[in-house]
């Protein structure tokens, strides 16, 4: 099986891309560190390493390393008798924080600095969710947002990518603001449910111009081309079938239902990131780590040419990265005007949630659609 490739990037296996970070972790260290390691983890920890790594690859680690530094590692990280992916996957946060937690900041930046994008991709797609979370919850902040700063865009596409392939239905509460027509909405509060097969869409608007709003797309339940709606207010005595893509379907917003979502905003920025990059035109701005909706966020800034003629959707757009879970859950996003255009946030947003076809079903008796 050939190695995957994103944005033109080909991607090594992890088996691989561990023996060059634990060499860049060794390189920097002293016997003592060395020695301060090994002793952070478990006997366990330290032969399913070896494992993993082989003899091939304990070679490429111990490889310009001097012989007081290569003894330390042979004497205390030995083979077990062999370890399965799986595994070393759970084992693998616990030594890359074990590695790390031996060196003081500008060794770790050093460390850091000899990898390469695809090793920080590779070690990103191997983890997945859960061991991000493990190997994140391990560092202190400013080892955390050490390696996101050095971490590029496309590495957090190719991880939001994997993300969405595992995700089968979300519930969040939307605020979503737009300009539409010139004029930049009200804001709007959004209980919203998501499934990805079949395709749902439920949306009942619990704050702003449309408050009382509820709408349904069901695959399931009407097919493809039609959806249901029940205006609020004095227009909502009876709920309709229309299309999918009528005026009605689009009031006040400049976006299709089928556009709603974390995994549609991917798809929006890897768009303009695959013409983009090869170009040169994505400029990224850190703002470091921060802390919303109850959870650890990685926030960036794209810019790109403030020049509409190059197709771009946007010159500039602010994103808020959950970058364990591999989601964007709020962006903001900036026309060529400089002004707002569009902001997004999913709050309590839940990509484990328990949906059926009850909650993409317009005679659920908790709807108002029947």
Known sequence: M??????????????????????????????????????ALTATQRSAAADWLGEAGMGAVLEGLDDAR?????????????????????????????????????????????????????QSLFLGHEG???????????????????????????????????IGGMTATLEKQERVGGKLQDQETIELKLR??????????IAGPFKGRELLYSE??????????????????????IGVDSAIARRGTNHSVLEVGPIELLHLI????????????????????????????????????????LGYYCQRMV????????VEVRAEIHGFDGKLQESYFYRGLD?????????FDPKNPGYKLK
């Open 2 to 39: 050939s190695d995957p490739v994103y944005f033109g990037h080909t991607v090594p296996p992890f088996r691989e891309v561990f023996s060059r970070i634990l060499r860049s972790g060794m390189q920097e260290m002293s016997v003592e560190q060395v020695v301060r390691a090994a002793e």
């Open 70 to 122: 290569r003894g330390a590692v042979r004497e205390r990280w030995t083979a077990g008798g062999g370890v399965t992916e799986e595994g070393f996957r759970r084992e693998y946060p616990a030594i890359l924080n074990a590695v790390l937690g031996a060196l003081p900041p500008e060794q770790v930046s050093r460390t850091l600095d000899r990898l390469t994008g695809e090793d920080l991709a590779s």
């Open 132 to 166: 991000r979370r493990a190997l994140f919850g391990g560092m202190p902040p400013d080892r955390v947002r050490a390696v996101l700063e050095r971490t590029e865009d496309w590495v957090f596409l190719a991880t939001g990518k994997q993300a969405a392939e595992g």
């Open 196 to 205: 990805t097969s079949p395709r749902g869409v439920y949306m009942r608007w």
């Open 220 to 241: 399931a339940h009407m097919g493809r081309s039609e959806l249901r709606v029940r205006e609020g207010g004095l227009l909502g005595v009876i709920p309709v079938t």
């Open 270 to 309: 890897e768009r303009d990131y695959a013409k983009a990059a090869p170009r040169g035109h994505v400029e990224r701005v850190n703002h470091g780590l921060v802390r919303l909706d109850g959870r650890d966020l990685f926030k960036t800034e794209s810019v790109l040419p403030r020049d509409a003629s």
């Open 319 to 326: 994103h808020w990265m959950d970058y364990v879970r591999g």
């Open 351 to 359: 990509l484990e949630a328990p949906l059926t076809d009850r909650d």
